[in-house]
């Protein structure tokens, strides 16, 4: 698999940084990313402060527990986490990046 310039990565070794170069890699595995409802993202207090850093707007889940309960309630999901592209760095290290950055070689 190709892993696109630009991508940002995490690895244990260097922590987080932004590849420069195109890489070819061989993935490990996939992990899997994490979507809550929009209820749980609403009141969860671990939740929201992840979503309000990423500037989550929180009026437009009001405005959707007022017209459509149903869709709040058990519908309407909101990404929490990524899945994410696992594959052996350097020196036996772990990296990471979101799924969107890799691509079929």
Known sequence: MKVRSGAKVYSLLKGHYVLVRAQTVRLSRYRSGLYVTADMAFNDRDYRVILEERGFDF??????????????????????????????????????????????A
């Open 59 to 104: 009026e437009q889940l009001l405005a959707l527990r007022e017209t459509n309960r149903d869709a709040f309630y058990n519908e309407m999901r909101v990404e929490i986490h990524k899945p994410k592209a696992v594959w052996a760095g350097s020196s036996g290290y772990w990296v990471e990046t979101d799924i969107d950055n890799v691509s079929p």
